[in-house]
């Protein structure tokens, strides 16, 4: 019996090493049962094997050999409880407050077969990163926007974490590190109107018909398992803000979506709990007196969900993007009574970097289209990588996703669509937190304005106005009838140095649609 099994458990891994992943039925096999057994695999086959036990295998061109060898392989190898000679003298993961789980005590894997993975990644990896692929050149000017930049008379941080325009005012409302929330209109020269003290970063928010808002709350940006994350509500009573605590003990939470999911006609909320080394998508579903946490998704990187009815049977389901190892564009389908069932749309491999997305028609074929930016790179790749930047995936119908156009901007990160320009057809707004700083021209925002083509022409700021630009959002804010954006600057120099230069927390892209 025990030599049928090892044979079906081969048998799987010998599958499992050779095709795609679109042709797979089985599970693949799990890291205890490769460490079992006696593997006759070459290198490739084992990175396939090995690599697709957790998550989609990167490929050796997508990262050059010295960040496989030095920083992603040896990383992979602790976490599989290899540990070699020349680990020693060095920290331990826990020393560096990793929590236990992370790295396995067991030993997953042979020294022999590790080391034929390790010889196919340097065998097969670039000596430096591909350069990105031809692309047209971004044009000087944004066209049909006036670009300033908002200068306050205070010496404050440009540290912004949250930019909303309220649609029902015209209001932003801006949250920034030092645990502050502004209300600011923009019709008059971005006055600051009220100022609300935050807990800590605030990072989302979400208005009710009543005037309250919900507010999310971070906890620490820099990566950790910290679980301080909030959820306020905030309401007024004459002129002052009163505040309760809805949800707590949150895992780096960095967005927020607030729906009926269960039917009973309260509000339910979507939090995507990024968290580090452990992180989840969870709904809580509204109760009498509380609220039930259903996790969607126990992995770390979540980024953002929407409310919709992907299935079209009457309740509303959750779109939601997961980042870090597992990442992809994920729907859970509402079986009711509280369940909902996992599908994959989108898969990426874990060198991806993907960082935001939009679920909506993109070439008016009345089908929703999936466009995703992808460009984080704080992690142990941190390299330029030609497959950052904006993709467009084609819905033919059958919500089966396959990517219609791309145009590379290293260290894409931040994503707006709407019709700036009133023509009829949706266009781009694209910010990247991880430009090449030496690329001419600088592509930390761009614009990309459909062309009739099938494609988008892009463009860039030709004002003399430069920043680390971290979070966008758009909207009339100046009651015009057209649609602006507001992009939200986070300089490094008053983070760890501290300001010493009036307030410009903003970029002020002023639509002016005739």
């Given amino acids: 019996m025990r030599s049928i099994l090892l044979f079906v458990s081969l048998g799987v891994v010998f599958l499992y090493s050779c095709s795609p992943i679109s042709e797979r039925k089985q599970p693949p096999p799990t890291l205890e049962q490769l460490a079992?057994?006696?593997?006759?695999?070459?290198?490739?086959?084992?990175?396939?094997?090995?690599?697709?036990?957790?998550?989609?295998?990167?490929?050796?061109?997508?990262?050059?050999?010295?960040?496989?060898?030095?920083?992603?392989?040896?990383?992979?190898?602790?976490?599989?409880?290899?540990?070699?000679?020349?680990?020693?003298?060095?920290?331990?993961?826990?020393?560096?407050?990793?929590?236990?789980?992370?790295?396995?005590?067991?030993?997953?894997?042979?020294?022999?077969?590790?080391?034929?993975?390790?010889?196919?990644?340097?065998?097969?990896?670039?000596?430096?990163?591909?350069?990105?692929?031809?692309?047209?050149?971004p044009m000087i000017g944004i066209p049909g926007f006036k670009v300033s930049q908002p200068v306050f008379n205070t010496i404050k941080g440009n540290l912004t974490t949250l930019l909303n325009i309220q649609e029902e005012t015209g209001y932003l409302w801006l949250g920034d590190r030092l645990k502050m929330l502004y209300v600011l209109d923009a019709k008059n020269g971005f006055r600051i109107l009220d100022s609300i003290p935050a807990d800590i970063a605030p990072v989302d928010i979400s208005w009710d018909k009543n005037g309250s808002f919900d507010l999310?709350?971070?906890?620490?940006?820099?990566?950790?398992?910290?679980?301080?994350?909030?959820?306020?509500?905030?309401?007024?009573?004459?002129?002052?803000?009163?505040?309760?605590?809805?949800?707590?003990?949150?895992?780096?939470?960095?967005?927020?979506?607030?729906?009926?999911?269960?039917?009973?006609?309260?509000?339910?909320?979507?939090?995507?709990?990024?968290?580090?080394?452990?992180?989840?998508?969870?709904?809580?579903?509204?109760?009498?007196?509380?609220?039930?946490?259903?996790?969607?998704?126990?992995?770390?990187?979540?980024?953002?969900?929407?409310?919709?009815?992907?299935?079209?049977?009457?309740?509303?389901?959750?779109?939601?993007?997961?980042?870090?190892?597992?990442?992809?564009?994920?729907?859970?389908?509402?079986?009711?009574?509280?369940?909902?069932?996992?599908?994959?749309?989108?898969?990426?491999?874990?060198?991806?970097?993907?960082?935001?997305?939009?679920?909506?028609?993109?070439?008016?074929?009345?089908h929703k289209d999936l466009i995703v930016v992808n460009g984080d790179n704080a992690d142990l790749s941190s390299i330029h990588k030609n497959y950052h930047g904006i993709h467009v995936y084609s819905n033919n119908g059958k919500n089966e996703f396959e990517e219609s156009w791309f145009y590379p901007v290293f260290g894409a990160s931040g994503l707006e669509i709407a019709d700036f320009d009133g023509d009829g057809d949706l266009d781009f707004f694209v910010l990247s937190f991880f430009p090449d700083n030496e690329q001419r021209p600088k592509e930390n925002l761009v614009y990309f304005r459909q062309n009739g083509k099938g494609g988008f022409d892009p463009f860039v700021i030709g004002e003399s106005i430069d920043g680390n630009w971290l979070t966008m959002t758009s909207g009339d804010v100046d009651g015009d009838g057209d649609m602006d954006v507001i992009v939200g600057a986070f300089d490094f120099d008053d983070l760890y140095k501290g300001a010493n230069q009036p307030w410009k927390p903003i970029l002020f892209l002023e639509n002016k649609l005739d």
């Avoid at 697709?52 to 060898?69: E, I, M, S, V």
């Avoid at 905030?234 to 605590?245: A, I, N, P, R, T």
């Avoid at 949800?247 to 709990?273: T, Y």
């Avoid at 389901?317 to 980042?323: K, S």
């Fill in 216 to 366: 999310l709350t971070m906890g620490r940006m820099d990566p950790s398992n910290d679980t301080v994350g909030r959820v306020t509500q905030f309401w007024q009573d004459g002129l002052e803000w009163k505040s309760e605590v809805i949800l707590s003990d949150l895992i780096r939470p960095v967005n927020l979506a607030v729906a009926d999911w269960n039917g009973d006609g309260k509000p339910d909320r979507v939090i995507s709990q990024f968290g580090n080394h452990f992180g989840k998508m969870s709904i809580y579903l509204s109760e009498a007196d509380s609220y039930e946490e259903v996790i969607l998704s126990a992995q770390p990187g979540a980024r953002r969900a929407i409310a919709l009815d992907f299935d079209k049977d009457g309740d509303l389901d959750v779109m939601g993007l997961m980042t870090q190892a597992q990442e992809g564009v994920y729907v859970w389908l509402n079986e009711g009574a509280g369940k909902f069932k996992e599908k994959a749309l989108l898969r990426f491999h874990p060198a991806f970097g993907t960082s935001d997305f939009r679920f909506v028609d993109i070439n008016n074929d009345g």
């Fill in 36 to 137: 079992s057994s006696d593997l006759n695999l070459n290198g490739e086959q084992l990175a396939n094997a090995y690599c697709g036990a957790c998550h989609l295998k990167p490929a050796p061109d997508l990262l050059d050999r010295a960040t496989w060898t030095e920083k992603v392989l040896p990383d992979m190898r602790k976490r599989m409880g290899l540990i070699l000679p020349e680990d020693f003298g060095q920290d331990l993961p826990e020393d560096s407050g990793v929590p236990p789980g992370v790295y396995s005590k067991v030993q997953l894997i042979k020294r022999d077969d590790w080391g034929k993975i390790l010889a196919y990644y340097i065998e097969n990896s670039p000596d430096s990163p591909l350069p990105q692929a031809e692309k047209a050149e």
